[in-house]
């Protein structure tokens, strides 16, 4: 007790009053409550205005943020994941890569057995070499099908010539045929005026009866003549007939090939085009043989890293069959997902700070590109029907592309990934 009371008495137990507490200055001047109270006023004046300078800076950051800024936590790295796939069929032989190696563009990453498209291109190259030897064989046939025609033309009109000339000899040997008829005629009319002579005095024993004899045989042979120049005649009557026959044929002959003889180089013309067209559609087999036997390497479309690698040594490929993707680290964007109320400031070019929660908040720099042409729901697997009669007003989101202007130098190490968190500031105002 007596200690409590020393205490007590001393000013240094819990029932000391702020009066008996004594401020002392550096000098060891002792400051009364009087001296005290200004300055502790002064202090308090003092936080007092510092509180309100922070909250009129803070008021004033938050106004120039929501006024001259929009910004959204829905936003996203974006690329195009490239599908690696098989151009050809075939078995695989080798496989260079692993799931999240990078690769270059260009880098060979897997390899198809080749042996079956080098059967396949050499058939198709001589599938070439035999239409290129049909070509060349058409191609010679056009100029002497041209000659051929010629010489038809030229050989029908000589044929007609001749025919003619054949006509106008065969005309003339009928008119000699009718003028030795007319010559047998009177023969045989002599020869029977002198039978008709003879009979009365071979009857009178004038004349001897040979020499009568004889004027008989004359006069019937003299008819028989008439008789064999008139059949002469017929004979030569038909040979001009046939010789006319023969004119009018190879006049005949002779338009025909005047007619015909430019179709039928048209024709070998013809034939040379579609060997022409032959050869190019060979040729064109060929190039896609070869390009075929290129597809068996299979080399990586652009720089990245490889991701779900399902392919791996003696499977066997088809066409189009997905071997692994790549996702770019060059080729980014970034793809963010506006409230439809912020979107009234928003235009294109404007200027965005990104701010990739995956590097600490590290700040990038783009500009708004494009804004989409329907909202997310809309473009949903299943859109809602707002006419069903329960419809709900829900702020809609839009999504916008967003550029990185400066990502080789911002990103030199690669480090973005398609799908990471953005946080995009766009600049509204200026």
Not at 149 to 159: E, H, K, L, M, Q
Not at 233 to 261: H, L, P, Y
Not at 269 to 290: I, P, S, T
Not at 363 to 391: C, D, M, W
């Amino acid at each position: 007790m007596a200690d409590q009371d020393q205490q007590t008495s001393s000013g240094q137990g819990p029932t000391d009053k702020p009066e008996d507490k004594k401020l002392v200055d550096p000098s060891g001047h002792v400051i009364t409550e009087e001296e005290y109270a200004p300055e502790k006023k002064s202090k308090r004046k003092g936080i007092a205005l510092v509180v309100v300078v922070v909250l009129i800076v803070l008021a004033g950051l938050f106004y120039w943020h929501s006024t001259f800024t929009e910004d959204t936590d829905d936003a996203q790295v974006d690329g195009d994941l490239y599908q690696v796939s098989s151009r050809v069929a075939g078995q695989v032989q080798k496989v260079y890569v692993d799931d999240n190696q990078s690769v270059d563009k260009g880098q060979l990453i897997a390899e198809i057995d080749p042996r079956d498209l080098q059967v396949a291109l050499a058939q198709e190259q001589a599938n070439l070499a035999n239409a290129q030897a049909e070509y060349d064989q058409a191609r010679s046939n056009v100029p002497i099908t041209a000659v051929n025609v010629r010489t038809s033309v030229s050989t029908a009109g000589s044929d007609v010539l001749g025919t003619q000339a054949g006509v106008l000899q065969a005309q003339q040997q009928e008119q000699a045929a009718t003028a030795r008829i007319a010559q047998a005629k009177a023969n045989a009319v002599k020869a029977q005026s002198d039978v008709d002579r003879y009979t009365p005095l071979v009857q009178k024993d004038v004349i001897s009866k040979q020499q009568y004899d004889a004027a008989v045989a004359a006069a019937q042979a003299a008819q028989a003549a008439v008789v064999e120049a008139q059949k002469n005649e017929s004979a030569q009557r038909e040979m001009v007939r046939v010789a006319q026959q023969r004119v009018a044929s190879s006049k005949e002959q002779e338009q025909q090939n005047k007619q015909n003889g430019p179709e039928q180089i048209k024709v070998q013309q013809a034939r040379e085009a579609a060997a022409a067209a032959a050869v190019q559609q060979a040729q064109a087999k060929v190039d896609q043989a070869k390009l075929n036997l290129t597809y068996t390497k299979i080399v990586a479309p652009i720089a990245g890293i490889v991701n779900k690698k399902n392919v791996s040594p003696g499977a066997n490929l088809s066409v189009g069959q997905d071997l692994m993707t790549i996702v770019p680290l060059t080729d980014l964007w970034v793809t963010a997902n506006f409230k439809e109320t912020q979107l009234a400031e928003i235009k294109p070019n404007q200027p965005v700070i990104l701010k990739v929660d995956a590097l600490g908040g590290r700040k990038f720099h783009g500009k708004i590109v494009q804004i989409g042409g329907a909202t997310g729901s809309r473009l949903s697997l299943f859109p809602p029907e707002n006419a069903t009669g329960n419809y709900v007003k829900v702020v809609q989101r839009i999504p916008v592309r967003i550029n990185f202007t400066n990502l080789a130098e911002e990103d030199k190490n690669h480090e973005l990934r398609p799908g990471m968190s953005v946080t995009p500031d766009v600049t509204v105002k200026q």
